[in-house]
């Protein structure tokens, strides 16, 4: 059998790593996979010798495919494994012991030369379901070996041997597809059909009906490899495959549906489900969805669509967004739990429109091929505010300015709320409500997300913010923040987000969300003598090796005052990069808060929230007069006329000034 692609675990070794009167029947090299590696300082016994100083060293859990053990080995380096790798043992020190607390697990020796075959990195996740190896004499069993299994005797070990080296084969898998060139040699995988027959009803049907095959010693297969084949073998004989990459565990799983092996068919979705391979710091869905085109599995196809939608705010943002088909996109716009909002899921489209030259095709007759406003038809523009679909209205990839009351509509859709009366106490808070498109997920009053898009001068890091205003000087005094956004109501509070980014120590930027509440409307419940909620602030990442940055943070407010709080996340320079993309020339930066005022879940906090800050007017050496706040009706035009220095100047003047402010 060609070895070529083809790992084999040391299966069931760790019993006789831990059993110290059976480590002579070890083979090595062990090939074996780290769970996980500590830290510890402690001193090293050899024989029977305790050194004083303390050293720093590496302890790492392993697998063995069978077993699991907690701090089995000790590295003689301190080399840091990534999770899941998987590596080959030489050498290992028995003799070595570190001096441990009692309650903590024994360690068996110290490695002392090894050979990385995989990172971690490129795995994801560990193969199999590993059972927890206890130390000898922790529990009367285990001192007995009584559940320890010997896989080296068993009948599925010996026929699996035979079966590598071609022994006792009555099948030949050949693989014409695979061929390089015509003068190569067609890769075969051979194997013995009572073991297939065995364990899968296909092949009982292939190799005992009528068919063709049942009489042949030779079966051509075209939809998979050799090494997938064998992996396929290696599971029948031995109940384990290590799964190196998700195309490996993506391809077996299509051959265990294929010839209907229950057991490994879950064993790979084991194994898919739970990866920890990440784009940007979530499940790599377009890999999925590339990777079960093939096998075409419901359980993974409702897992991966599961993260698309959860993980939407993030997704759209990634490069491998633009190369999704048109049928996919229009579906996933069509989702009514997306963790978007609107404003962000229509950029999307305009950012996949750009990268796949669409067009918008609906006024040309008798054409069949897609439009571009199929997928703007997906846009819930009720739930988006006007400004935003102005926006929207001037793009030229869209070209949505063509249709004449396109506008129009939405607001006449907007101002009906579909036919509902409203209450004059809801005049305000709708107001404010729809300074923000809505997130399709989180959109009630306890848990729902304010957004913006700060506009960056790399250089200087001077920015705006979407829809915002430059603040004043003594507010930026206090707050640091140079661009205020709009309000928005949390529990019938008014807060006003500020926005502000600034240079650090270190070649550090720190970006500052400040948040002040302004007051409550009359209707809000007057038992209520603070404001407390759990805000996410969340910076969007457009690198898919870099996760979107979040901070978590407990806040409170107090509604009869100017009271404010904050929320800030620090990237380093050379990182910042990663966190911008180019929008008409300019450098952008997106970013959302997602509140969750309902504190009785398990997100709600633990109750020790910052206090706030009250926000106070500057103190300055010149004289404070009262303010007077003028008027905006038509009476204003006389107030402010040319005489308006002159009666301010008077006693008369002020006291009507003032009466009438």
């Not at 750009?354 to 199929?374: F, G, I, R, W, Y």
């Not at 805000?535 to 978590?552: G, I, N, Q, R």
């Not at 633990?606 to 206090?611: E, I, K, V």
Request: proline share 4%; charged share 25%.
């Amino acid at each position: 059998m060609d070895r070529e692609d083809f790992l084999e675990f040391s299966l069931g070794c760790l019993p006789q790593v831990v059993r110290g009167s059976q480590r002579d029947n070890l083979v090595f090299p062990l090939v074996l996979q780290v769970l996980d590696s500590t830290e510890c300082r402690s001193r090293v016994n050899k024989n029977g010798r305790t050194k004083s100083a303390h050293e720093l060293r590496k302890i790492i859990s392993v697998s063995d495919g069978f077993y699991s053990k907690v701090d089995c080995f000790l590295l003689a380096t301190n080399y840091t494994f990534e999770p899941y790798t998987v590596i080959k043992v030489h050498n290992v020190d028995f003799e070595y012991n570190i001096e441990r607390q009692n309650d903590r697990p024994r360690i068996a020796g110290m490695i002392l030369e090894f050979d990385i075959v995989t990172r971690g990195s490129e795995i994801g996740y560990f193969s199999g379901k590993p059972s927890l190896l206890r130390d000898v004499g922790t529990h009367s069993r285990w001192g007995r070996g009584d559940n320890i299994i010997n896989t080296t005797d068993s009948l599925s070990s010996k026929l699996w041997k035979q079966v590598k080296e071609g022994r006792c084969c009555d099948v030949t898998f050949s693989f014409p597809h695979c061929v390089a060139s015509p003068s190569s040699i067609v890769p075969t995988v051979k194997a013995q059909k009572n073991a297939l027959i065995a364990n899968s009803p296909v092949f009982e049907a292939q190799f005992e009906g009528g068919f063709s095959d049942a009489s042949s010693e030779e079966v051509a297969i075209l939809d998979t490899e050799p090494r997938y084949m064998r992996c396929l073998l290696q599971f029948i004989f031995t109940r384990f495959v290590p799964l190196m990459s998700l195309r490996q565990a993506f391809e077996v799983l299509y051959l265990a549906r294929k010839y209907i092996i229950h057991d490994l068919e879950l064993y790979c979705k084991n194994f898919i489900m739970h990866n920890k391979k990440s784009l940007a710091g979530v499940t790599d869905v377009f890999q999925y969805l590339e990777m079960n085109s093939k096998s075409c599995d419901d359980d993974i196809s409702q897992f991966v669509w599961s993260q698309f939608r959860s993980c939407a705010n993030v997704l759209i943002r990634q490069p491998r967004f633009t190369e999704i088909d048109f049928q996919t996109l229009e579906n996933f716009l069509s989702e009514s739990e997306l963790n978007c909002h609107e404003w962000e899921l229509i950029q999307a489209v305009r950012r996949w429109v750009v990268a796949n030259q669409a067009s918008v095709k609906c006024e040309e007759v008798d054409t069949e091929d897609t439009c571009a406003h199929q997928l703007v038809d997906c846009i819930r523009w009720n739930a988006m505010p006007i400004k935003e679909c102005v926006i929207v209205h001037e793009w030229e990839e869209l070209k949505l300015f063509r249709d004449r009351s396109f506008l129009t509509d939405i607001m006449e859709v907007q101002r009906s709320r579909d036919g509902r009366s409203i209450s004059h106490i809801e005049v305000v808070p709708s107001s404010i409500n729809r300074q923000y498109s809505l997130n399709r997920l989180y959109h009630d009053d306890t848990s729902f997300v304010i957004y913006t898009t700060l506009t960056v001068d790399p250089l200087t890091l001077a920015i705006s913010c979407l829809h915002g205003q430059s603040v004043a000087q003594s507010t930026y005094q206090q707050t640091k923040c140079s661009s205020v956004g709009p309000p928005f109501e949390l529990v019938s509070f008014f807060v006003v987000p500020s926005y502000g980014l600034i240079n650090m120590s270190n070649n550090r930027v720190r970006l500052t969300v400040n948040l002040s509440c302004q007051g409550k409307s009359f209707n809000a419940d007057s038992y209520n003598l603070w404001v407390r909620s759990m805000v996410k602030l969340t910076v969007f990442s457009f690198s898919p090796d870099h996760p979107a940055k979040e901070m978590k943070k407990e806040l409170n407010f107090w509604p009869d005052r100017d009271s404010s709080n904050f929320s800030s996340v620090v990237f380093s320079n050379s990182e910042l990069s990663h966190y911008l993309h180019t929008v008409g020339g300019v450098q952008q930066l997106d970013l959302q808060l997602q509140f969750n005022t309902d504190m009785s879940t398990e997100s709600g906090g633990d109750g020790r929230a910052s206090p706030p800050k009250i926000m106070r007017p500057l103190r300055t050496s010149a004289p404070r007069l009262a303010p007077v706040r003028h008027r905006t009706t038509y009476d204003n035009r006389i107030d402010m006329g040319p005489d308006y220095r002159e009666r301010e100047a008077s006693g008369v003047g002020r006291t009507v000034s003032f009466l009438r402010a």
